[in-house]
């Protein structure tokens, strides 16, 4: 029997694929579990057409993540917390700081996950940090100020 995974089943597939399952499997634990369910010609086509729209869409999406990375190549960025008289912060700066700074100053959400610290950031002054995603690399200056 033929089903479409409507789950990500182990040892079987990834949702949204067509597979070839036994009777008895579809029937007592595929269907039961709402994990599947038969693949005719029209559920088919309506998956696929549901995939092209799914691929066009994160497609789109990368591009305007490149395009706000290229957007921030070079920028500064500049973050105020509390710090000692010698410089040292009580709390070191995280990606989730920059991440806030960078919406907050530049207007553009860029996912913590696409934000590279070399190493963590426990001092007032100017760091930089890397901006990638894919093949897209930007720098960008971070400024930390004492509170």
Do not use: C, W
Not at 69 to 81: A, F
Not at 87 to 103: C, H, N, R, W
Not at 114 to 127: E, F, L, N, R, Y
């Amino acid at each position: 029997m033929k089903v479409i995974l409507l789950k990500n089943v182990r040892g079987l597939g990834q949702m949204h694929e067509v597979k070839s399952v036994a009777d008895g499997y579809a029937v007592n634990f595929l269907f039961p579990q709402k994990a599947a369910e038969p693949a005719t010609d029209a559920k088919i086509k309506q998956f696929e057409e549901a995939r092209l729209a799914l691929e066009a869409e994160h497609k789109k999406a990368e591009e305007q993540l490149t395009n706000k990375l290229l957007t921030l190549k070079g920028k500064k960025v500049t973050i105020s917390s509390k710090a000692t008289e010698k410089g040292g912060l009580f709390k070191s700066v995280t990606t989730k700081d920059i991440q806030k700074a960078i919406l907050a100053q530049h207007s553009l959400d860029i996912p913590e996950a696409h934000i590279h610290v070399p190493a963590s950031i426990k001092t007032t002054g100017s760091h930089n940090v890397t901006l990638v995603h894919k093949t897209v690399k930007a720098n960008l200056d971070v400024e930390v100020v004492a509170a």
